[in-house]
């Protein structure tokens, strides 16, 4: 069984700092770009950051560039993302997903930027 299982959202205060992590199995993940999307409900769905199957390559919403990093474990099947210097409108749910012959989707995890 395929799953994607996100962790680590929360409540924030602005300027202040949450990792996400992504534990994936039922899938060859070292073969997979994963990637983070974020959505709101008065928001489209939107990429967040992408990282290629070896990490070599990653990129970035110009939202978030400069304040957060995407980051994976092939070893530990999990992809991360380090999210710095939230803002308020950083709020919405996150979820990660894997790309390659198919694509899979995590549940998500809510992130709540307030103070």
């Known amino acids: 069984e395929v799953q994607l299982v996100e962790s680590g959202g929360g409540l924030v205060q602005p300027g202040g700092s949450l990792r996400l992590s992504c534990a994936a199995s039922?899938?060859?993940?070292?073969?997979?770009?994963m990637s983070w999307y974020r959505q709101t409900p008065r928001k489209e769905r939107e990429l967040v950051a992408i990282?290629?199957?070896?990490?070599?390559?990653?990129n970035y919403a110009d939202s978030v560039k400069g304040r957060f990093t995407i980051s994976r474990d092939n070893d530990q099947n999990t992809v991360y993302l380090q999210m710095n210097n939230l803002k308020p409108e950083d709020t919405a749910v996150y979820s990660c997903?894997?790309?390659?012959?198919?694509?899979?989707w995590g549940q998500g995890t809510q992130v709540t930027v307030s103070s």
């Open positions: 039922g899938f060859p993940f070292r073969m997979y770009h």
């Open positions: 990282i290629t199957s070896g990490g070599g390559s990653t």
């Open positions: 997903s894997a790309v390659w012959t198919t694509r899979y």
